[in-house]
């Protein structure tokens, strides 16, 4: 699960986490990501003047604004949650397959 938390701290509020949070919530929904992304909110993650703090996972990112959720879902939330989608070892070994001879 990966999970995204934007911060609900009134100075982001007044910048719009919710909007961004509905916008985030509506792309979830429109790739079929429920249950493989959760939104959040946090207070002050005390980076009040950047504008909306948001965390996908370990890394932060503020001044997000609502009208940037498109970009930011596909530049900075699908591909991570692709690349928890992609087994450990989807790229084999280069032996994988070969049989032994002896
Ligand atoms: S209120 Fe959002 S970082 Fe402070």
């Known amino acids: 699960m990966l999970l995204i938390t934007i911060c609900v701290g009134s100075s982001c509020s007044l910048r719009g986490s919710d909007e961004l949070a509905t916008e985030l919530f ?10 493989l992304v959760d ?6 993650m005390d980076a009040c003047s950047k504008g909306v703090s948001v965390r996908v996972g370990e890394q932060e990112f503020s001044g997000i604004r609502p009208e940037q959720a498109e970009t930011f879902f596909y530049r900075e939330v699908l591909p991570r949650v692709k690349s928890q989608l992609r087994p450990a070892s989807a790229d084999p070994a280069p032996d994988a397959g070969k049989e032994s001879s002896s």
């Open 39 to 44: 939104i959040i909110g946090a207070f002050c």
């Open 26 to 35: 509506g792309l979830i929904k429109k790739e079929k990501l429920e249950g």
